[in-house]
């Protein structure tokens, strides 16, 4: 079975590899692809699925705002995971969160993508 947290990570990963800013010298050889972050495996990958999943569960089933929150605990835990738990205190931080979040929601063809992570996420509560 395909964990479906990795799947955001490693999309995730790579939202970040494609906002870095570029030098000509840093710019992949024409026909080469740019490294992609790896998501993370083993102990690490459940850890941090074990983590979303805490936080998932405590957002109140009846808020109605809960997909929302859900996405954005996502998004926060694994873009804390990749860039380390420090960050979260950064404002930067948050209002990259939040412009992440807006893309992904403003953007129809990932919508099913996100249904099927956030039920996977839910569903192992």
Known sequence: MIDKIQLLHRALGSLRVAQEPQSPAAAPAQ???RPRAAPPTGSAGQALADVVRRRVAAIPADDPQRRRRMLRTVLETCLASEWGNAVAGDPAFHALVDQVQQTIES????Q?????????VTSQN
């Open 112 to 120: 099913s993508l996100v249904d099927d992570a956030l039920a996977s």
């Open 31 to 33: 026909g080469e692809s």
């Open 107 to 110: 953007d129809a063809s990932l």
